[in-house]
């Protein structure tokens, strides 16, 4: 059974900075690649960026290039998202998510809101 753990969201204020967790279980890890993607309300999932098997880095959201950094361990079936210089408009759920078994496997998400 898959299991995505999301953790570490929380309240911020602006300029600040959050380091999400997913911890994932019931697939390969370390051979495969991993995502995060946000939500906010009425609006579709958005993906923010991916991590390839061998630690490779692709942003997708523009907006958050040069802010966002995706890492994984594989000892720890583990992936981060370091946020720095957090953003009000980057207020939302985020997701972990990978694609298992020719399946969308999510987790359940940690809310991120920025604010003063």
């Known amino acids: 059974q898959v299991q995505l753990v999301e953790s570490g969201g929380g309240f911020v204020q602006p300029g600040g900075s959050l380091r999400l967790t997913c911890v994932a279980s019931?697939?390969?890890?370390?051979?495969?690649?991993m995502n995060w993607y946000r939500q906010t309300p009425g609006k579709e999932r958005e993906l923010v960026t991916s991590?390839?098997?061998?630690?490779?880095?692709?942003t997708h959201a523009d907006s958050v290039l040069g802010r966002f950094t995706m890492s994984r361990d594989n000892s720890k079936n583990t992936v981060y998202l370091q946020m720095s210089s957090l953003k009000p408009e980057d207020t939302a759920k985020y997701f972990c998510?990978?694609?298992?078994?020719?399946?969308?496997?999510w987790g359940q998400g940690t809310q991120v809101t920025v604010s003063s």
């Open positions: 998510h990978t694609m298992s078994r020719g399946q969308d496997q």
């Open positions: 019931g697939f390969p890890f370390s051979r495969t690649g």
């Open positions: 991590i390839s098997t061998t630690n490779i880095q692709t």
